[in-house]
């Protein structure tokens, strides 16, 4: 079986039926799609086992209430396919996704990374394509590349659809979402895979729709940027420990927990917070100095003598500088890098 798809559902009686409709109407038709049902207390479920009567390449999962993770690492266990990819049981998949996203691959790659388009009731919102160009490098720069991405945060890389994964290196890596964190816990499984993984391909064209709605959990809002990122951060850490690419990413790490502070208050929120939001996540005696790079082991340095809030306004401007520049070229080659 070439393609699982893994459909995570929890009262999506609205939207499964057009979801499973758009799933069945791809022009690639060796797959399977598995419906993980998260507990719902409307008629998700009855919608899902109907469409697994349909049609003998649905399979259909229950679990009581445990969160779009958990469903999502029930269907990983189950999944039998080469590839897997993820959907959003109030999505919808364009006709030739599973074909475009498979155009991509080869015996190199493990994952494959597509542009999405966003959409509500009045049709089409935007194309969503890559920030940066990190699928024009090779070997180690391109998963580097990514992974600072996904480390301070990237639209297209941080959600788990429109990719595919290669279930070999899943089951090898055992990988997994984590359980418990609401916020970004694609991204982490998303980073781990590139840690691990080889070869990125890009397709740039529209391979998922993603519905937005005030249900949608990318309008989940709750508390300040910090606090909502804090586990995040806290489960970052202990991957990049684990896989021992701590020193590799730490400059990245620490400036991503920066800008969560300065989202919630500017230079005067990083400034007043650092010491108490920031440094309790910082590994910083678990790290091999010699194995940093020279502008973070600068880095390291500062934050462990409790000097990084003084000269943070020194820092600041080089963060935004950076910021702008990688802004004002991604709107220089946004037109004529959009899908056709």
Same mark, same amino acid.
């Given at each position: ?163 595919? +994964? &290669?279930?070999? $290196?899943?089951?090898?890596? %055992?990988?997994? =979402?984590?359980? *418990?964190?609401?916020? @970004?816990?694609? #991204? ?40 909502? +990122? &804090?586990?995040? $951060?806290?489960?970052?850490? %202990?991957?990049? =420990?684990?896989? *021992?690419?701590?020193? @590799?990413?730490? #400059? ?89």
């Amino acid at each position: 079986m070439k393609v699982s798809i893994i459909i995570p559902c929890y009262n999506s009686e609205a939207y499964l039926g057009a979801c499973m409709d758009s799933v069945l109407a791809q022009t690639m038709e060796d797959f399977e799609a598995i419906l993980i049902d998260d507990g719902s207390v409307d008629g998700t479920l009855a919608v899902a086992q109907a469409y697994a009567e349909r049609d003998t390449r649905v399979r259909v999962l229950a679990q009581e209430n445990r969160g779009v993770a958990a469903a999502r690492n029930l269907g990983l266990e189950h999944a039998r396919g080469e590839w897997i990819t993820f959907v959003d049981s109030d999505d919808l998949l364009p006709p030739d996704a599973l074909q475009t996203m498979l155009s991509g691959t080869d015996e190199n790659v493990d994952m494959v990374v597509c542009p999405h388009e966003t959409f509500d009731e009045n049709g089409p919102l935007e194309t969503v394509i890559p920030q940066t160009r990190w699928m024009d490098r090779r070997g180690e720069a391109q998963r580097r590349a990514a992974a600072l991405r996904l480390i301070e945060g990237d639209c297209v890389l941080n959600i788990m659809c429109c990719k595919l +994964h &290669r279930r070999a $290196l899943i089951e090898r890596e %055992g990988l997994r =979402l984590q359980a *418990g964190v609401k916020i @970004a816990e694609d #991204a982490l499984f998303n980073l781990e895979a590139v840690l691990c993984g080889r070869a990125i391909a890009y397709v740039n064209r529209v391979a998922y729709r993603y519905r937005m709605h005030g249900a949608s959990a990318m309008h989940a809002q709750a508390a300040g940027e910090m606090e909502r +990122h &804090r586990l995040w $951060l806290l489960t970052m850490r %202990g991957m990049l =420990l684990r896989r *021992g690419q701590m020193e @590799a990413y730490f #400059a990245a790490y620490v400036d991503s927990a920066a800008l969560r502070l300065y989202k919630d208050g500017g230079v005067a929120g990083v400034i007043r917070r650092f010491d108490a939001d920031v440094l309790p996540l910082l590994p910083l005696d678990d790290l091999d100095e010699g194995r940093l790079t020279p502008s973070a082991r600068v880095l390291w340095r500062l934050c462990r003598s409790g000097a990084y809030p003084r000269v943070y306004p020194l820092i600041y401007p080089v963060q935004v500088l950076r910021r702008k520049l990688g802004e004002a070229a991604f709107a220089l080659r946004k037109k004529k890098e959009m899908p056709q």
